[in-house]
């Protein structure tokens, strides 16, 4: 964070300063209800109906309160904390997020999509980070309470920041736009998740939406040319940019004569029309749509495309992201277990039926959850894309990944199907199936420790 100086922040959100000092500087800014997380000089913004620690606070000191609680409320002396009284706390947080953000003039890309945001997002850090001082949201840890945190993280020294948008309902999207304000969104691809949150489909898309109407004046919007979804936004009243990348002709970042390579994919990109010979480590013509992606923001970030090209060909897949290992017995194991939802699904199928010819193919796919009052259809879609599929095995672990086994077999399946209600029952009874003729497909919800760990064991 810039540090800022109290009074600074006294006219910038008005208010009257009940105690303490102006002349020390904030380094830090949390919520309250965060506060275990409070370090010296952090600004804490208390609403008038919580509890507090005034003890905590004045130890971890010098801190300061900013919050709409009464006066009375707010007697006492806490030499290391001064406290700010304004009329209104939600005014005054938005005031500050703001006047933060809008200390600094520069790229700041956030990026929404049921698949391919993390990755996408560490494409574009990868690209930049040689030349460019990226600040970027962690791992896939997305969620809206992160937000405020990680706007904090832009100092200075940041050239370019690159932030995930996490999605569990309705209207999350919107509230982190406010706080980013970024230049430039994209949005990889919208399939089918979070349908608890949002409602339908529909409700799904329209939460993607969202990003769209976040954007900064004149800033850019990067979409997913090949996406059926895409097409349904409502992006008339956009006044910026749209850039379009994918397969179709009318992507201004296309991907022709995309393969197979050792270890990833060959792609020809076309843009300007000029034509460039670019590689994506990692399989799965998913990946060259990230990568596509990718490109698009740095080149309009002002990055020269044949150096942002170069870049991109040492770029390394997070861990459970398709990950390839040998595994028991001589197999191949693909861990894809860092998320779970039917168009993740797809895609990992894609990549078996062009890997995987004349090999033993074996599936283990676990419950795909937040689906809502869609779970029994989407689960029996995918059990109909295995049927249609040369599968060995088919093992299913959960009450709900059983709909993709009972589908798959009303489809005409041939595969071995073995049903399991969670994966502490599996134990060794796999083990035999398992030989180098084998390439084993691991798919379960991020949030199972039990998964995790098993496709651990099958590796090597």
């Given at each position: 964070?810039?540090?800022?100086?109290?009074?600074?922040?006294?006219?910038?959100?008005?208010?009257?300063?009940?105690?303490?000092?102006?002349?020390?500087?904030?380094?830090?800014?949390?919520?309250?209800?965060?506060?275990?997380?409070?370090?010296?000089?952090?600004?804490?913004?208390?609403?008038?109906?919580?509890e507090v620690d005034w003890f905590a606070i004045n130890k971890k000191g010098p801190s300061l309160v900013v919050t709409d609680k009464s006066r009375l409320e707010l007697k006492g002396a806490y030499p290391n904390t001064t406290i700010l009284q304004v009329k209104s706390l939600v005014q005054s947080y938005w005031k500050f997020i703001n006047y933060y953000r809008n200390l600094f003039q520069l790229p700041v890309v956030t990026i929404t999509g049921t698949c391919g945001k993390t990755t996408t997002k560490d494409m574009i850090r990868h690209i930049l980070h040689p030349t460019w001082t990226v600040h970027a949201s962690a791992s896939s840890k997305n969620e809206p309470r992160r937000s405020l945190p990680y706007l904090m993280g832009i100092d200075d020294h940041t050239e370019a920041a690159v932030f995930e948008h996490g999605l569990g309902n309705s209207g999350n999207i919107k509230h982190q736009c406010m706080i980013y304000?970024?230049?430039?969104?994209?949005?990889?691809?919208?399939?089918?998740?979070?349908?608890?949150?949002?409602?339908?489909?529909?409700?799904?898309?329209?939460?993607?939406?969202?990003?769209?109407?976040?954007?900064?004046?004149?800033?850019?919007?990067?979409?997913?040319?090949?996406?059926?979804?895409?097409?349904?936004?409502?992006?008339?009243?956009?006044?910026?940019?749209?850039?379009?990348?994918?397969?179709?002709?009318?992507?201004?970042?296309?991907?022709?004569?995309?393969?197979?390579?050792?270890?990833?994919?060959?792609?020809?990109?076309?843009?300007?029309?000029?034509?460039?010979?670019?590689?994506?480590?990692?399989?799965?013509?998913?990946?060259?749509?990230?990568?596509?992606?990718?490109?698009?923001?740095?080149?309009?970030?002002?990055?020269?495309?044949?150096?942002?090209?170069?870049?991109?060909?040492?770029?390394?897949?997070?861990?459970?992201?398709?990950?390839?290992?040998?595994?028991?017995?001589?197999?191949?194991?693909?861990?894809?277990?860092?998320?779970?939802?039917?168009?993740?699904?797809?895609?990992?199928?894609?990549?078996?039926?062009?890997?995987?010819?004349?090999?033993?193919?074996?599936?283990?796919?676990?419950?795909?959850?937040?689906?809502?009052?869609?779970?029994?259809?989407?689960?029996?879609?995918?059990?109909?894309?295995?049927?249609?599929?040369?599968?060995?095995?088919?093992?299913?672990?959960?009450?709900?990944?059983?709909?993709?086994?009972?589908?798959?077999?009303?489809?005409?399946?041939?595969?071995?199907?073995?049903?399991?209600?969670?994966?502490?029952?599996?134990?060794?009874?796999?083990?035999?199936?398992?030989?180098?003729?084998?390439?084993?497909?691991?798919?379960?919800?991020?949030?199972?420790?039990?998964?995790?760990?098993?496709?651990?064991?099958?590796?090597?």
């Amino acid at each position: 964070m810039k540090p800022i100086v109290v009074s600074e922040i006294r006219k910038v959100l008005g208010g009257t300063v009940i105690a303490g000092p102006v002349d020390w500087e904030v380094r830090d800014v949390i919520y309250y209800t965060r506060h275990e997380h409070a370090k010296r000089n952090t600004l804490l913004f208390v609403g008038r109906t919580v509890e507090v620690d005034w003890f905590a606070i004045n130890k971890k000191g010098p801190s300061l309160v900013v919050t709409d609680k009464s006066r009375l409320e707010l007697k006492g002396a806490y030499p290391n904390t001064t406290i700010l009284q304004v009329k209104s706390l939600v005014q005054s947080y938005w005031k500050f997020i703001n006047y933060y953000r809008n200390l600094f003039q520069l790229p700041v890309v956030t990026i929404t999509g049921t698949c391919g945001k993390t990755t996408t997002k560490d494409m574009i850090r990868h690209i930049l980070h040689p030349t460019w001082t990226v600040h970027a949201s962690a791992s896939s840890k997305n969620e809206p309470r992160r937000s405020l945190p990680y706007l904090m993280g832009i100092d200075d020294h940041t050239e370019a920041a690159v932030f995930e948008h996490g999605l569990g309902n309705s209207g999350n999207i919107k509230h982190q736009c406010m706080i980013y304000q970024p230049t430039i969104g994209i949005i990889t691809t919208i399939g089918v998740h979070h349908l608890d949150g949002c409602g339908s489909v529909e409700g799904y898309i329209r939460a993607k939406e969202e990003i769209i109407g976040g954007i900064k004046e004149d800033g850019t919007l990067i979409l997913n040319a090949d996406d059926k979804n895409t097409e349904k936004l409502r992006t008339h009243s956009f006044k910026g940019k749209i850039i379009y990348f994918g397969t179709a002709d009318k992507a201004d970042f296309k991907a022709t004569d995309i393969n197979y390579a050792e270890g990833g994919m060959d792609f020809t990109l076309h843009v300007n029309r000029k034509t460039y010979k670019g590689f994506i480590p990692g399989y799965g013509e998913h990946q060259v749509s990230n990568a596509l992606a990718a490109l698009a923001a740095v080149h309009e970030m002002g990055m020269d495309i044949k150096s942002a090209i170069a870049r991109l060909k040492t770029f390394q897949n997070m861990d459970r992201h398709l990950e390839f290992s040998k595994g028991i017995n001589g197999s191949t194991i693909i861990d894809d277990t860092w998320t779970n939802n039917p168009t993740s699904v797809e895609a990992a199928l894609k990549v078996l039926d062009a890997i995987g010819r004349e090999k033993k193919i074996i599936l283990i796919l676990g419950d795909i959850n937040r689906l809502g009052d869609f779970e029994k259809k989407y689960h029996r879609e995918i059990g109909s894309m295995v049927a249609k599929r040369k599968i060995h095995t088919l093992v299913t672990i959960g009450k709900k990944a059983e709909e993709i086994a009972r589908q798959a077999k009303r489809d005409g399946s041939t595969a071995n199907i073995k049903i399991f209600e969670n994966v502490n029952e599996i134990g060794d009874k796999l083990d035999r199936m398992f030989d180098g003729q084998s390439i084993v497909l691991i798919k379960g919800p991020m949030s199972s420790r039990g998964m995790i760990e098993f496709a651990k064991r099958l590796k090597e």
